[in-house]
C-alpha cells in the first residue's frame, strides 16, 4: 500500500553500504530523506548519486540525513560508488541500502510496475524526527530529480514545522512567507514580530521568521 502524508515512515532493517541499519534508529531526531532509483551502474543515478553526495553539507545544515536505494546488492553499490566518486568528482557519504528482496520497495511502494517492471522508480521521502512522512515524489526513470527542489522544500516543511508559516508559489528561502491558517490574526500579530500584512482573512503574510 502506497505511503502517505502525515502516514509514520514504515521502519525496517537492511543491509547498506554502511552496514546493517534500522531506518528509525539511523533518522534518531533528525530529518531524513529516502530516496530510491532504478539500478546501480545507469547513467542518471550515477549523476543523481553524486549529486547528492556534493550536496550533503546543505542536507547536514538543515539537521537532514539522506539514505538510497535500489535493489541492487551491497557488492554492487560498492564497486559502482567507485564509478560515481571517479566520474563526478565526489565521495559517497550516505548509506545506500541493498534491497536485493525489495521488502523496502514494497513496504514504501516504489516499484510501479507499469512504469518499470521489477526496479524501483525514483521515489523521494521525506521524514520529520517524529518520523512522519512530510513529503512524497516520483520521478520516472529518464528524468534525474532536482535535488535543489528538495532542498527547498525541506526548508518549507522545516518553516511550518519550528515556525507556523507556509510558503507561497515558487518561495524560495528568504521570500515572504504565509500564515498559516490555523493562527487567529491576533495570535499572528504577537507571534510574528516583524509584522503580519493581511492582504484577505485567509491569505496573510509574514517575513520569513528565522532570517
Ligand atoms: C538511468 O539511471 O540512466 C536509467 C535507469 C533506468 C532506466 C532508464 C535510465
Not at 42 to 67: I, S, W, Y
Not at 92 to 104: H, L
Not at 144 to 166: P, Y
Request: proline share 6%.
Amino acid at each position: 500500500m502506497a505511503v502517505k502524508l502525515g502516514d509514520t515512515a514504515p521502519n525496517f532493517t537492511a543491509m547498506t553500504t554502511e552496514g546493517e541499519l534500522n531506518f528509525h534508529d539511523w533518522i534518531g531526531d533528525k530529518w531524513a530523506i529516502l530516496f530510491s532509483h532504478p539500478k546501480d551502474f545507469t547513467p542518471v543515478c550515477t549523476t543523481e548519486l553524486g549529486t547528492v553526495a556534493k550536496m550533503k553539507d546543505q542536507f547536514d545544515n538543515r539537521n537532514c540525513k539522506v539514505m538510497a536505494l535500489s535493489v541492487d546488492s551491497v557488492e554492487d553499490h560498492h564497486e559502482w560508488v567507485k564509478d560515481i566518486n571517479e566520474t563526478q568528482g565526489t565521495t559517497v557519504n550516505y548509506p545506500i541500502v541493498a534491497d536485493t528482496d525489495r521488502k523496502v520497495a514494497d513496504l514504501y511502494d516504489m516499484i510501479h510496475p507499469n512504469a518499470l517492471n521489477t526496479l524501483t522508480v525514483r521515489s523521494v521521502f521525506v521524514i520529520g524526527p517524529d518520523k512522519k512522512v512530510k513529503l512524497t515524489l516520483t520521478y520516472p526513470a529518464a528524468t534525474g530529480r532536482n535535488f535543489d527542489e528538495i532542498l527547498r522544500v525541506v526548508d518549507s516543511v522545516q518553516l511550518t514545522a519550528n515556525h507556523m508559516v507556509a510558503t507561497p508559489a515558487n518561495w524560495k528561502d528568504g521570500d515572504t512567507c504565509i500564515v498559516v491558517p490555523s493562527l487567529s490574526d491576533d495570535e499572528a500579530r504577537a507571534k510574528f514580530t516583524k509584522g503580519i500584512e493581511v492582504i484577505k482573512p485567509y491569505l496573510r503574510t509574514t517575513p520569513q521568521p528565522n532570517k
